[in-house]
Nanobody, 122 residues
Framework: VQLQAFGGGLVQAGGSLRLSCAAS????????VGWFRQAPGKEREFVAT????????YYADSVKGRFTIPRDNAKNTVYLQMSSLKPEDTAVYYC????????????????RGRGTQVTVSS
């Protein structure tokens, strides 16, 4: 299943932004879905993930308390609600379906879509 992230943009520090991750092709309601981000010159890092039922979520320590990851299986969409944004949140954000294994490792996800740029100005 191919997932595409969109909704990025430029926002001031302290502001909020909601990213969306939509599936094309078959439904992804049976997969956990994760968000990752990659800043220039850095490796792709885990941000958050949500189980297929929506009952379990995991967050990176750097975003805990500021980001949430709701999903709407009826709309085949997962969101990343970001608030209290900081300049260090600036990155390209990607979403992907989880294929098994530890949630925080990018290798356990199928990245097929383009990311969306989030830029937080100070």
């Amino acid at each position: 299943v191919q997932l595409q992230a969109f909704g990025g943009g430029l926002v001031q520090a302290g502001g909020s932004l909601r990213l969306s991750c939509a599936a094309s092709g078959r439904t992804f309601s049976s997969n956990a879905v994760g968000w990752f981000r990659q800043a220039p010159g850095k490796e792709r890092e885990f941000v958050a993930t949500i189980s297929w039922s929506g009952g379990t979520t995991y967050y990176a320590d750097s975003v805990k308390g500021r980001f949430t990851i709701p999903r709407d299986n009826a709309k085949n969409t997962v969101y990343l609600q970001m608030s209290s944004l900081k300049p260090e949140d600036t990155a390209v954000y990607y979403c992907a379906a989880h294929h098994g294994g530890t949630y925080i490792y990018a290798v356990n996800y199928g990245f097929r879509g383009r990311g969306t740029q989030v830029t937080v100005s100070s």
